[in-house]
């Protein structure tokens, strides 16, 4: 069972626009998340993480905000530039854990 | 700079054959990971290792073994390659204690089995 989920397979947004991201979690006891950005023909690199005991985390362009009562969290780029065009996964964990759960991905595209 | 290496980009094998997939990280991480990335299907952990030689399975590791005799290194062993087995593996590594505890992935190894 999809304990992560990414329910966007695809996202396409122009440059200089806001980019919004979403992932779902199931599990309640998860309390670390992260986001990966991956090109294709490479391995994902890490982009922002967030704890549980906060509820936004900003990083530059990138923000990742928190709602653990829906079990929601969502990445912000902004402005968005070309660059981004990627698949960006979610990922869920316990802090205590050692394994990270990880979402389907959402391929965005910035279009110049 | 800290990395995660993966022996091949590519490799092409028939089915049948024992297949070797090779992962060094020089971070002294406690913990490795291997995944499969299928479209669709997001990362699906295969197994991990959070010592040496402990392992622990994934969610799919069905036809599949690992090694970890160096704290350094996990190996993904396909017994006998299937054509389902075609897929982008990735390695991973994750620090037990420290600031951020994300995993440091390697670039990945596309294998094709023909």
């Known amino acids: 069972d999809q304990q992560v989920k990414q329910n966007s397979p695809s996202l396409s947004v122009q440059e200089g626009r806001i980019s919004i991201l979403n992932c779902d979690y199931t599990?309640?006891?998860?309390?670390?998340f992260l986001w990966y950005k991956k090109y294709p023909a490479e391995g994902p690199t890490f982009l922002i993480s967030?704890?549980?005991?906060?509820d936004k985390n900003e990083d530059g362009r990138f923000t990742v905000f928190l709602n653990k009562s829906a079990k929601h969290l969502s990445l912000h780029i902004v402005p968005s530039q070309p660059g981004d065009s990627a698949v960006y996964f979610c990922a869920a964990s316990r802090w205590t854990g050692n394994q990270f759960y990880f979402g389907t991905g959402t391929s965005l595209t910035v279009i110049p | 700079d800290v990395k995660v290496t993966q022996s091949s980009r590519y490799l092409v094998k028939r089915t049948g054959e024992k297949v070797f997939l090779e992962c060094v990280q020089d971070m002294d991480h406690e913990n490795m990971f291997w995944y499969r990335q299928d479209p669709g299907l997001g990362l699906r952990l295969i197994y991990f290792s959070y010592d040496v030689k402990m392992k622990e399975k994934g969610d799919i590791p069905e036809g599949y073994s690992v090694s970890r005799e160096k704290k350094e290194r996990f190996s993904l062993i396909l017994e006998s390659a299937s054509t389902n087995q075609t897929s982008m593996y990735l390695c991973?590594?994750?620090?037990?204690?420290?600031?951020?505890?994300?995993?440091?992935f390697g670039s990945g190894t596309r294998l094709t089995v023909v």
């Open positions: 991973a590594s994750r620090p037990t204690r420290g600031r951020v505890l994300g995993y440091t």
């Open positions: 599990n309640s006891m998860f309390d670390y």
């Open positions: 967030i704890s549980s005991i906060k």
